[in-house]
């Protein structure tokens, strides 16, 4: 009978807990924009966690990765809040040199003893953040012996991590009682001795925790400090143990006890000594303490793993789809990779494999984010004021264009919001209480921020946005725009001519003073990477052809350097272009054992570099009407989207083709293969 109860009352607990799970994770997609399978992914991986961690035998760990201000951290924050753990947390920002917040505290150990919100045995969440800033090997690769943490890997293993009792404290704290009873006695001798003679003031000694910058300290073992109150001169020393709440939360962390705060307030000395004597006599006291049940989320934004963008922190005119769909190709083996750059193998092995990768945001979900914070100032502002706020599509727009960063993430796009629309709204606002109107038109035109009453009245603020700025300076500039229109339209002549493809994206007016265009993933066949020298060559020859040699501009520089770059790959590391491998080492830092002697390969490089020129220069000439149509239109628009690049190559009898970011351009090796069989048979 009683298994059946207890039965059904772990069903029903289990039925709750799911709920409460299902729950939290709708609240976090409301509040969240763009990661809802991201989401679904975190709750589904913490449910055996949540509702039943009695089964757990070591920690559950979720690797959380990412570009930096997508979400990550608050992500494990509100969900912390919507379980109702907030007071079984704890946060721990890693570096090799240890945590801002635990200063005095050199191991994952000391922390967690030392927290009141994690307890051994309990189930309770730890994030480890920014883990990006933590190694165990260096740039080189060598192990590194020198840093703090060192029992992370212990705790990620079962969860099990030594206890070190303050052997200090404990007998201090022995040390302290026994004194309070000698001076108890002694009180009573001499209160005995003077009869019914009035009792002189007494000078009181009150001992305290140890403080930092005036703070209490939780978790340091409190040595205790002299504070002397004043008396008379000849007023009697009494010592008194000051038992606050933090100096009885040490003692009950340090001994282990089971007891509740309020139950050891009641203890007298004898009693506590006892406890203290009673604890460092039992074996048990030393054992390990046990994390098994604790839920650990590791979070960091391992730019490695985004190398192919993560860099471009400056860079407002990529696409954000473009990021987006990019971002969607990181896969677990990458997010690997990029750890084998900072751990052993054996340490990536104990973060486990669960690996939930966050894409950067997309164009929607940028919109999505300015008109949800429009919506939330708007109802602040009727609910306090009681004036309605219309903010037109104009205001949006200037917020998109100047605080989109794709690889930033959202922080510069609140940051924009604040300076847009928050910061102004507080004049027309008043203005609208002067006039006694109940609504406001917000929008903008003719680089004014305007502010429309009911009357008809408009107030306008002059304002111009950052990377607008920028661009209205360089649109001035008319002898650079032509320079990078011929630029960036030789690269796409060439890209369309060789892979029959429109690019990704094409701009000659970008906000870091020149254009780019954006390529497709290629398999690096030697076709392919042939092709691509041709492309990274075309800019540079394109300039060379319209304005002569002697007005080139470094301009080329990264092209050159990427060019020569992708050259050396092929013949050093992939044996192409029948040369064989030079370089077979992945990391530059190492010694390669295979070849030390580049100039053989070096001759090789050179003549692959001036074939492609010569090849380079052969198609731009040949596609000279294209070239000259294509700098016209990015001359006058400093943009170009696919629909009309098509149009343009069709009326110069080029077909191109439109082909999704996400995908990888590769040659259908498949046909080859059947092709080869056939004439084998």
Request: net charge neutral.
């Amino acid at each position: 009978m009683n298994l059946d109860k207890d039965r059904q009352a772990l069903v029903k607990r289990i039925r709750e807990r799911q709920k409460i799970l299902k729950d939290a994770g709708k609240e976090l997609k409301r509040h969240f924009v763009g990661i809802d399978s991201i989401i679904d992914r975190v709750i589904k991986n913490i449910e055996i966690w949540y509702v039943m961690p009695e089964l757990l035998t070591r920690p559950i760990i979720v690797n959380l990765f990412g570009l930096t201000g997508v979400g990550k951290t608050d992500l494990v924050r509100r969900l912390v809040k919507l379980l109702g753990f907030y007071d079984k947390f704890c946060e721990i920002q890693l570096t090799n040199k240890g945590s801002a917040a635990h200063p005095w505290q050199s191991t994952i150990s000391g922390i967690l003893s030392s927290s009141t919100n994690i307890t051994s045995g309990k189930p309770a969440i730890l994030l480890l953040d920014e883990i990006q800033r933590f190694r165990t090997i260096n740039e080189e690769g060598q192990e590194l012996h020198d840093y703090k943490f060192q029992d992370l890997w212990e705790l990620l293993s079962d969860g099990q991590l030594p206890f070190e009792a303050d052997m200090d404290y404990l007998m201090r704290m022995m040390f302290d009682f026994q004194k309070e009873d000698i001076h108890e006695k002694q009180n009573k001798l001499i209160s005995q001795k003077m009869g019914d003679r009035p009792e002189k003031p007494k000078k009181r000694i009150i001992k305290k925790p140890r403080s930092v910058s005036g703070k209490v300290v939780e978790g340091v073992s409190p040595s205790l400090v002299e504070e002397e109150e004043e008396n008379d001169e000849d007023a009697e020393v009494r010592s008194e143990y000051f038992s606050s709440y933090y100096t009885l939360t040490s003692f009950k962390r340090i001994l282990r006890l089971k007891e509740s705060i309020e139950e050891i307030a009641l203890w007298d000395n004898a009693k506590k000594r006892a406890v203290i004597s009673s604890r460092l006599e039992d074996p048990n006291f030393f054992e390990q303490e046990d994390y098994s049940k604790l839920l650990i989320f590791i979070s960091g934004n391992l730019d490695e793993a985004f190398h192919k963008f993560a860099d471009k922190t400056n860079e407002a005119d990529i696409d954000a789809d473009t990021f987006h769909k990019n971002s969607l190709k990181i896969t677990v083996l990458d997010i690997k990779a990029a750890l084998q750059r900072r751990f052993k193998p054996e340490q990536i092995a104990r973060l486990g494999n669960v690996h939930i990768i966050y894409p950067s945001l997309s164009k929607f979900s940028y919109q999505t984010i300015i008109q949800r914070k429009i919506n939330d100032i708007v109802d602040d502002i009727r609910s306090r004021f009681g004036i309605r706020v219309v903010v037109d599509k104009s205001i949006k727009k200037l917020i998109y264009d100047n605080g989109v960063y794709p690889v930033q993430g959202t922080r510069p796009v609140f940051s924009t919001i604040s300076e847009i629309l928050e910061n102004n709204l507080p004049v027309f606002l008043f203005r609208c209480f002067i006039r006694g109107g109940k609504t406001v038109k917000v929008y903008y035109d003719d680089h004014k921020i305007c502010g429309k009453t009911e009357d008809g009245s408009v107030h306008r603020v002059s304002f111009v946005g950052s990377l607008d700025e920028i661009k209205i300076k360089q649109n001035k500039d008319y002898n650079k725009r032509m320079v990078v229109s011929v630029h960036e339209a030789g690269h796409a002549v060439a890209y369309a001519k060789l892979f029959g493809l429109v690019p990704v994206q094409l701009n000659s007016n970008a906000t870091s003073l020149e254009g780019f265009i954006g390529k497709h993933s290629m398999e690096e066949s030697q076709d392919h990477c042939s092709k691509e020298l041709i492309v990274g060559l075309a800019g540079y020859v394109s300039e060379e052809i319209i304005f002569g040699k002697e007005q080139m501009t470094t301009g080329a520089r990264h092209d050159i350097e990427t060019t020569t770059n992708t050259a050396a790959s092929m013949i050093r590391k992939s044996g192409m272009k029948n040369a064989l491998p030079m370089n077979t080492s992945h990391n530059p830092h190492a010694y390669d054992l295979v070849h030390t002697d580049f100039d053989e390969s070096n001759a090789i490089l050179r003549d692959i570099i001036k074939e492609s020129k010569e090849k380079t220069e052969d198609l731009i000439r040949e596609e000279i009407p294209l070239l000259l149509h294509l700098t016209d239109i990015l001359f006058e628009k400093g943009i170009m989207e696919a629909p009309e690049f098509m149009e343009v190559c069709a009326q110069h009898g080029l077909t191109v083709k439109e082909l999704d970011v996400e995908k990888t351009v590769i040659a259908n090796y498949v046909k080859m293969y059947d092709k080869f069989k056939q004439k084998s048979s």
